[in-house]
């Protein structure tokens, strides 16, 4: 089976703009999450989706956003980036809830 | 709300001595798993841990839940050089809690 993939693979973008990072998660997993991961704070949740519903919630602004489509696929958008948004974004998929998480190679995001 | 806190922050190792990595949880957790990460690359699923007590084995790696499932360790034995990378413990504080990550323990081993 092939692996999580996520798109685009490094983004560069100015403070203020928005960003949709995309996530494809294994053939048959019906949950995806996301996870922010920098230096300094490691491992973030962001979000959890089973069956295109968000089933939790991270600690985040509501800048951060994300669904879930009918194909299990995972779109999360960011909104007004700020500077400390910059971090390596992971979308991990699961069989089911809970679940050993499968990770995709991640989108690592700049913000200049 | 949740925190896991894992111990040591980094480790560093001669080739063929041991290693552990200890995780704890500020609240009792349904089950908790464990990753690694090499450098460059993204967590890979190493185990879970559901029952208290537990201890499981793959090789080299010996890892243990605690009787009150509130932390967890991770044991190598006679590290080599593929050990390189950071581990994490992840923790549920229930069935459809948020998984939570402890920060890693960074190991680095010197041939």
């Known amino acids: 089976k092939a692996g999580v993939t996520q798109t685009p693979r490094y983004l560069i973008k100015t403070r203020g703009q928005q960003v949709t990072l995309s996530c494809s998660p294994i053939s048959g997993h019906r949950s995806v999450s996301w996870y922010q991961q920098t230096p300094g704070q490691g491992l973030q949740f962001l979000f959890e989706?089973?069956?295109?519903?968000?089933?939790n919630k991270g600690n985040f602004p509501g800048r951060f956003s994300g669904r879930q489509f009918s194909n299990s696929r995972s779109e999360m958008n960011v909104s007004t980036l700020e500077l400390g948004d910059s971090a390596l974004y992971l979308c991990?998929?699961?069989?089911?809830?809970?679940?050993?998480?499968?990770f995709g190679p991640g989108t690592r995001l700049t913000v200049t | 709300g949740q925190q896991v806190m894992q111990i040591p922050q980094y480790q560093h190792v001669q080739e063929g001595e041991d290693f552990t990595t200890y995780c704890n949880s500020s609240?009792?957790?349904?089950?908790i798993q464990w990753y690694k990460q090499r450098p460059g690359g993204h967590p890979v699923f190493l185990i879970q841990l559901v029952k208290s007590g537990e201890v499981k084995k793959q090789k080299r790696l010996t890892f243990q839940f605690g009787e009150a499932k509130k932390n967890s360790s991770l044991h190598i034995t006679a590290t080599q050089t593929t050990d390189v990378g950071t581990y994490f413990c992840?923790?549920?504080?229930?069935?459809?809690?948020?998984?939570?990550f402890g920060k890693g323990t960074k190991l680095s081993v010197k041939p």
């Open positions: 991990a998929s699961s069989l089911g809830l809970p679940g050993e998480q499968y």
């Open positions: 992840a923790g549920r504080g229930g069935s459809q809690g948020n998984l939570i």
């Open positions: 989706y089973f069956s295109e519903t968000q089933r």
């Open positions: 609240t009792t957790l349904s089950n």
